[in-house]
C-alpha cells in the first residue's frame, strides 16, 4: 500500500475526534489507507456514495489533518486524497470528557471502529477458500479469558503492542496485509 510521507499513527484529541467521528468519514479514511489515494468520485464508487457526500466529508478530514492534498496526482480540477498517516491511536482519556460532544463521538467512532473489525472478519470467514492452505493456516480467530487485574491487562495490552509493532519494516515480497484485531476488555461473571 502506498504511504504518506507521515505514517506514524495519529493520536485523537478531542477536537480531532469529533472531526473523524461519522460513519462515513472514517470509512473514507480506511479507503484512503488500504487503497492508496483517491478521488472524491472514485472514494464515492468504491463507497456506494455520491461524490458531494465524499468530497464533503474527505474537506472535513482535511481540515482535521487526516487526509492531504496528493501532489503526485490530479490535472486541473481533478483533487486527489491521500491519508495522512497509516493509523489512528485512540486515548482512553477521551471516554472521561466532560463535554458531551467529545464523549458522544467517543462512543460513535468506537462502535464504527467495531464494526470495521466485524466486517473485515465476516469478510476473512466469506473468502478464506480464496487464499492458499499456508494463509489459512496462518490465520487465527481465537478468544482468551483471564482473570487478571487491570495492571495486568494493561501489561498484556503493551506486550502484544510491542510485539506487533515488531514487524512494523520494509515489506518482504511474499508479504500480504494481514489484519491483526485485538480486543482487550472486563466481562462481568454471569
Known amino acids: 500500500m ?3 510521507e507521515n505514517s506514524e499513527a495519529r493520536v485523537l484529541d478531542s477536537r480531532s475526534l469529533r472531526g473523524l467521528a461519522h460513519p462515513l468519514r472514517i470509512r473514507l ?3 484512503l489507507r488500504r487503497h492508496g ?6 472514494l464515492a464508487e468504491r463507497l456506494d456514495e455520491s461524490s458531494g457526500a465524499t468530497s464533503y466529508h474527505l474537506r472535513q478530514l482535511a481540515a482535521h489533518g487526516f487526509v492531504e492534498d496528493d501532489p503526485e496526482r490530479g ?3 481533478e483533487r486527489w486524497w491521500r491519508a495522512a498517516q497509516q493509523g489512528t491511536a485512540f486515548d482512553e482519556s477521551l471516554l472521561k470528557d466532560r463535554g458531551p460532544e467529545t464523549r458522544g463521538a467517543a462512543d460513535v467512532y468506537l ?5 470495521v ?8 470467514i466469506a473468502t478464506r477458500s480464496d487464499w492458499s492452505d499456508e494463509w489459512g493456516g496462518a490465520s487465527d480467530m481465537s478468544d482468551f479469558t483471564l482473570n487478571v487485574t487491570p495492571e495486568e491487562l494493561r501489561e498484556i495490552n503493551a ?3 510491542e510485539l506487533l509493532d515488531g514487524y512494523r519494516r520494509a515489506t518482504p515480497a511474499d508479504a500480504e496485509r494481514a489484519r491483526i484485531h485485538f480486543h482487550a476488555f472486563p466481562q462481568k461473571n454471569d
Open 37 to 42: 489515494p483517491a478521488t472524491a468520485s472514485q
Open 75 to 77: 490535472k486541473g480540477r
Open 29 to 31: 479514511l480506511q479507503a
Open 2 to 4: 502506498p504511504e504518506s
Open 117 to 124: 473489525h466485524q466486517q473485515e472478519l465476516s469478510t476473512w
Open 159 to 161: 506486550k502484544i503492542h
Open 111 to 115: 462502535h464504527e471502529i467495531a464494526t
